[in-house]
Nanobody
Framework: QVQLVESGGGLVQAGGSLRLSCAASGRTLSSLAMGWFRQAPGKEREFVARISRSGGSTNYADSVKGRFAISKDNAKNTVYLQMNSLKPEDTAVYYC????????????????????WGQGTQVTVSS
């Protein structure tokens, strides 16, 4: 029902910036809370950021707080992750995910509450 396609990944130097995009189809963004997760080689997938259905609230992992910003453009049905001051440890495949259940009791950073996932986009930060 919901399809998600990430884009915007690439290779940047430490201290640089990237903006990731996640285009959604099948549902309007106003009905979806959206999250970004990432997975580095040999590591488990981890929470990065979440934005509420209305876009009025956001949550971030401590590791990216102050450097990353999640936003929504409902007119374009697209979610963004602006990444600034990138560090080599930010290197990972980044995934967007959609949470369609406003009544879920799972915490916002629990990936099991997200029903739909994109295929991911690679972000590589060189030192």
């Amino acid at each position: 029902q919901v399809q998600l396609v990430e884009s915007g990944g690439g290779l940047v130097q430490a201290g640089g910036s990237l903006r990731l995009s996640c285009a959604a189809s099948g549902r309007t963004l106003s009905s979806l809370a959206m999250g970004w997760f990432r997975q580095a080689p040999g590591k488990e997938r981890e929470f990065v950021a979440r934005i509420s259905r209305s876009g009025g609230s956001t949550n971030y992992a401590d590791s990216v707080k102050g450097r990353f910003a999640i936003s929504k453009d409902n007119a374009k049905n697209t979610v963004y992750l602006q990444m600034n001051s990138l560090k080599p440890e930010d290197t990972a495949v980044y995934y967007c995910a959609a949470d369609s259940d406003p009544l879920s009791v799972r915490v916002y950073y629990d990936e099991s509450r997200y029903e739909y996932w994109g295929q991911g986009t690679q972000v590589t930060v060189s030192s």
